[in-house]
């Protein structure tokens, strides 16, 4: 999986999955584009960095980014656990927002670069629990459970130009965004006790699946939600 020449962009990527994912394509040569909100310290000297809300004004990107768009990774997310009873009008429409309509903001602006490269691939990140029914995620399941489907559509829309659109569906993973969930050895503990593999996903555990369907490995692969979750979404061990 070279990368040599490819412009990938990375939405979301000044940690977690997203910083995962620049260091691991960094290493194969991609010439990396990133935008979020903060810079990382972390992040190779040649990557191209714009800084930006995806919820916000977009005006910027267009000039941004360059003429061929060879992948897209929209890796910014959230995780709203509450019963449902305590979820507000907010909270299902700040998930939906973020999730849903700020990856749907970010493809509008990347489109054309994005046809304009040959065999471009899209990858979204959806959730295990869009399609495992768990307490208290009521919000978030309802979001990716969007994402999934725009996913699809889109993936239909755009085969005609050899865009592939595919989602990744992890489950917990160790990284910032988890961190009051995983905040103690306790938690960590249960956890990884939840998952049939019996441990908690890591950040290059998703990345490096993302980088396979962002080549040309995955080439005749578009349309699917690929589950990388521990066997949590599929397995019952006990």
């Known amino acids: 999986m070279n990368f040599n020449g490819k412009n990938i962009l990375v939405v979301g ?19 990396i584009y990133t935008i979020s909100r903060s810079a990382s310290a972390e992040w190779p000297e040649d990557v191209h960095f714009l800084k930006a809300d995806v919820l916000e004004n977009l005006d910027a990107v267009e000039m941004f980014l360059p003429d061929q768009l060879h992948g897209l990774v929209y890796s ?8 449902f009873n305590r979820l507000t009008d907010e909270d299902f429409l700040k998930d939906f927002q973020l999730n849903v309509l700020g990856a749907a903001r970010m493809i509008r602006q990347a489109i054309k670069p994005i046809k304009n490269a040959a065999g471009s691939s899209i990858v979204l990140i959806s959730s295990v629990a869009a399609k495992t029914g768990m307490p208290y995620h009521a919000s978030i399941a309802a979001a990716k459970g969007a994402v999934e489907g725009m996913a699809l559509s889109l993936a239909a829309e755009l085969a005609i130009q050899q865009v592939r659109v595919n989602v990744v569906a992890p489950s917990l993973t160790d990284t910032p965004l988890a961190q009051t969930l995983l905040s103690t050895a306790e938690k960590r503990e249960a956890s990884a006790k939840r998952h049939p593999l019996g441990k908690i996903g890591q950040p290059e555990d998703i990345s490096r699946l993302i980088a396979f369907l962002l080549s040309d490995d995955a080439s005749w692969m578009t349309g699917q939600v690929i589950g990388m979750d521990g066997g949590l979404g599929k397995l019952k061990t006990s």
């Open 76 to 83: 910014v997310g959230s995780i709203t656990l509450k019963p």
């Open 13 to 31: 990527g000044s940690s977690g999955i997203g910083l995962s994912l620049i260091k691991l394509l960094h290493q194969r040569q991609a010439n």
